[in-house]
């Protein structure tokens, strides 16, 4: 996106320059913010807001039924998305000389380099529409109107342009040059001498009467087929292509639509259409990104995590021979969708989920999938390296047929440690159960808060010879900075190991250890499960409506 930033030429400085330049310019209407960008990058050097086309974008008439205020908020995008001047088509000033003095104060404010009237009546009609029944404004009249807008410009380089409307209106070449003198007397910047006829033969003859006095401003909608050399040896300083851009848009909106509506399809129009890449592009996407990187980034969250979902759960019977266990019902929707919400609802939107058992009927949207082929004969540290190439700085890698309460994972990404686990300090209600028991350094003193506590080992068993547990790890941890590489240094190694296929994430954590890279624990007291067996389902399904 574009914006006056002063250190170039201002916008109303480069409307002069094309208005007194000894060649001949060009200027193309553009009737919104994206129209206007659109004739920026054609090469255009200035824009014409066509009254024509921005009553026509709302889709009312060309007889000021939109509001003056109306057509300066459209201006405000077109401006806001262009570094070239616009010039405004300002009908007749909407109203006497004191709207025009509001008017050009206003246009200033919002960035447009000039404004042409007309001196015709308010509410005006397009010229193409019975122009010789239209009145034509008092000359003094008008002569005030245009005095009225010279003394109210603050920037000595914002254009008036007076748009002579007498030959529309059925009146002769004398009564045209007439009314251009005296807006020259008046102030005008230029004049726009306007026809509707298929030859430019008024237009070259009002020209050379006219010998120069100021700079000719032309619309050669009609005399279209004129060769723009005539306009050049008629010492023309703007041409004005008045409403091309809203034409070939609704040309092109004709068709498309009506192509959908009779094929039910969007098959045949897609590739005639612009990409949403295109539309990006013009909105000036990349900008917004890069601006996120300068401002944002320190509050986007840039934690990735990584699902592993590849077994097909032993102890649910029936119930996962055509599923993998993540994708079993509870509360309503799958256990994965579960995790994949909570991860989403804190900012973590890249997911990873290592798939294998029924790889296909994994259905949950906002997730990338990669299969872990060998998962019958593989463990969870195969599936893991199957991620590998998502790794990232900061990732959480968690199981995923877990369910557990937000702030877990709330707390756990405001570790700073390289790598932590989540491990629960809550005694077991049945101590003979089966699950990943962590001995720390420290037990939990509930009564502070981030306590340094560091993982010594996992093993499967709560007792270890005279050894008591710490706590269960849940199946969660983080891995950030150089925790990446340790990980991926345990990873390359273990891989050598013959058992590697055997291997689980406890294995991973007991080598971190075991190589004096320090895993923090991070504990909390419950509000978290696992679903292993057809009668966790029912406890999952109340746990997860948030029932306790
Ligand atoms: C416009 O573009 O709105 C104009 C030019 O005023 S014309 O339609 O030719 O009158
Ligand atoms: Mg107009």
């Known amino acids: 996106m574009h914006n006056d930033d002063g250190a170039r030429t201002s916008k109303a400085r480069q409307l002069r320059s094309l208005l007194e330049s000894s060649e001949l310019e060009f200027i193309c209407e553009a009737h ?25 974008q709302f889709g009312v008439r060309d007889n000021n039924e939109a509001s003056w205020t109306q057509v300066v908020d459209v201006l405000e995008f077109m401006a806001d998305a262009t570094g070239i001047p616009i010039l405004l088509d300002g009908d007749t000033g909407y109203g006497n000389f004191n ?56 920037d000595p380089d914002f254009r008036i342009v007076a748009r ?27 004049i726009l001498i306007h026809s509707k006829l298929s030859r430019p033969d008024q237009i070259v003859e009002f020209a050379r009467e006219w010998a120069n006095r100021a700079p000719l401003v032309i619309v050669p909608t009609k005399y279209y087929s004129t060769p723009v050399e005539v306009f050049r040896k008629s010492k023309i300083s703007l041409v004005i292509w ?32 612009a990409p949403v890449d295109e539309l990006f592009r013009l909105q000036g996407a990349d900008e917004l990104e890069a601006a996120e990187e300068r401002y944002f980034s320190g509050l986007r969250t840039e934690t990735k995590a990584i699902v592993l979902a590849a077994s097909q759960g032993e102890g649910f019977a029936s119930l996962t021979d055509e599923r993998p266990k993540v994708m079993l019902p509870i509360g309503g929707k799958p256990l994965l969708r579960h995790i994949v919400d909570k991860f989403k609802k804190r900012g973590i939107d890249d997911i ?9 009927s994994i259905d949950v949207n906002g997730i990338d999938v990669v299969v872990n082929a060998d998962y019958a004969t593989t463990g969870e540290l195969a599936s ?69 506590v560091a993982l010594r080992r996992i093993a499967g068993v709560a007792h270890d010879g005279a050894e008591r547990a710490h706590g269960r790890w849940i199946g969660m941890m983080r891995i950030k900075g150089e925790g990446r590489e340790w990980v991926q240094a345990g990873l390359a190694e273990l891989q050598h190991n013959q058992r590697f296929p055997e291997l689980g994430l406890t294995d991973l954590l007991n080598w971190l250890v075991a190589n004096n890279r320090p895993v923090h624990v991070w504990y909390v007291h419950g509000h978290w499960l696992d679903v292993n067996s057809i009668n966790d389902i029912e406890s999952a399904g109340t746990f997860a409506a948030g029932r306790v």
């Not at 919104?32 to 026509?56: C, K, M, P, Q, T």
């Not at 002579?164 to 230029?190: F, N, P, S, T």
């Not at 990873?352 to 296909?360: I, L, S």
Request: proline residues 2%; negative net charge.
């Open 352 to 360: 990873v989920v290592v798939a294998g058992f029924k790889a296909e």
């Open 32 to 56: 919104n913010g994206i129209s206007a960008r659109i004739v920026e990058e054609a090469g255009f050097r200035g824009i014409w807001a066509s009254g024509l086309a921005i009553s026509a």
């Open 164 to 190: 002579v409307e007498a030959l529309i209106a059925g009146w002769d070449i004398q009564e045209a040059l007439r009314r251009g003198e005296a807006y020259r007397k008046a102030g005008a910047d230029a």
């Open 384 to 452: 893991l390296a199957c991620a590998r190439e998502y790794f990232s700085d900061d990732m959480i890698v968690a199981y995923g047929d877990l369910l557990f309460r937000s702030y877990i994972l709330r707390d756990l990404v405001e570790n700073a440690a390289a790598i932590t686990i989540v491990v629960d300090s809550k005694p077991l209600e049945n101590p003979a159960l089966a699950g990943d028991f962590a001995y720390c350094s420290e037990p939990d003193d509930r009564s502070m808060w981030g306590q340094a």
């Open 242 to 273: 008045a409403n091309h851009m809203i034409r070939s848009s609704v040309a092109s909106m004709q068709q498309v639509a009506a192509t959908i509506f009779t094929e039910q399809s969007l098959i045949e129009i897609e590739d005639r259409v």
């Open 99 to 154: 709207n025009m003095r509001r008017l050009v104060r206003k246009l200033e404010q919002r960035g447009i380099a000039g404004v042409c009237i007309e001196d015709k009546i308010f509410p005006k009609t397009n010229s193409f529409i019975g122009g010789e029944r239209q009145p034509l404004a008092e000359v003094s009249e008008f002569c005030g109107k245009i005095a009225a807008g010279k003394d109210s410009q603050s």
